[in-house]
């Protein structure tokens, strides 16, 4: 039952990224739903799998798989955020504030 | 001793991924972790001996704690500011000086930033960390640094300095 309970929790957080992902203006500010609800969707289903079949071969796997997830969503949303604007990808018109733009010149 | 170290890290990873304790298992991650150690050992940990202290494995788990609820935090924020019709975003890009001196600390500051609520680490020049942020809620430098960087710059510094 608790499996049940995270694993809807992860399904319905990712599906809350997804429609932040179409919702949301730019490229940037959808890196951001990308990144954050779908990782802890990600990891809720993870800690669901390991709920439902204990703390064996395939439930430490999970358990394994939420760091490595972390690190990977970190650093992918960290490039991709990275060469987009390198490759000169506009922010939004309601964006506020760009301190990196005289960094890179 | 770097190496060392590597390599019981590994060890213990391919052990916990595979889950079976045969001896050919193990052979078989021995080796696999003899040459990530051989390959990758001389990039990372300086200092070995921080391992074997206490204090820094209890401020690891504090940190681990805040940034869990930090994450949830994330979501439920982003869910928020989704799901709302009007969509209050203020996006910009800060800049954020940080006081962590060593590469490891910093890759663990910016990627805990990239996981709270709001921000991502777009980029480390030298000692600033430039972040883009989805509802940037004060001009003042002194102000929003520590509103992004929080209590994790304390922690890492406590742990991994």
Redesign the interface.
């Given at each position: 039952m608790a499996a049940i309970i995270l694993i809807s929790i992860g399904v319905i957080?990712n599906i809350?990224?997804c429609?932040?992902l179409i919702?949301?203006?730019?490229m940037?500010?959808r890196?951001?739903?990308a990144?954050?609800?779908v990782?802890?969707?990600c990891c809720s289903i993870l800690v669901g799998v390991m709920v439902h079949y204990g703390l064996?071969?395939a439930g430490?796997?999970a358990l394994?798989a939420i760091p490595i997830l972390?690190?990977t969503a970190?650093?992918a949303?960290?490039a991709l955020?990275?060469g987009a604007?390198h490759f000169g990808t506009k922010?939004?018109e309601?964006?506020?504030?760009?301190?990196?733009?005289e960094?890179v010149k | 001793m770097r190496y060392v170290t590597i390599f019981i890290l590994s060890l213990v990873f391919w052990l916990l991924i595979t889950f079976k304790f045969t001896v050919p298992d193990i052979a078989a991650g021995a080796v696999a972790s003899a040459i990530t150690a051989a390959i990758f050992g001389r990039y990372y940990f300086h200092n070995v001996y921080k391992f074997l202290q206490p204090r820094r494995w209890f401020w690891f788990v504090v940190y681990l704690v805040t940034f869990i609820w930090a994450c949830i935090k994330a979501n439920f924020d982003v869910a928020y500011r989704v799901l709302h019709p009007a969509m209050p975003i203020r996006p910009g890009i800060v800049k954020v000086k940080t006081t962590l001196r060593s590469d490891f600390a910093k890759t663990l500051l910016a990627n805990s930033i990239t996981m709270t609520p709001g921000t991502i680490t777009v980029d480390i020049i030298g000692d600033d960390i430039y972040i883009h942020w989805i509802y940037i809620r004060s001009e003042d430098p002194a102000q929003y640094t520590s509103m992004v960087t929080g209590r994790f710059e304390e922690y890492i510094k406590k742990f991994a300095e």
């Open positions: 957080f809350f990224g429609i932040g919702r949301l203006p730019d940037y500010n890196l951001q739903a990144t954050k609800c990782t802890l969707g064996g071969g430490f796997r394994v972390f690190f970190t650093v949303a960290h955020v990275r604007y922010m939004d309601r964006s506020v504030k760009d301190d990196y733009m960094a | -």
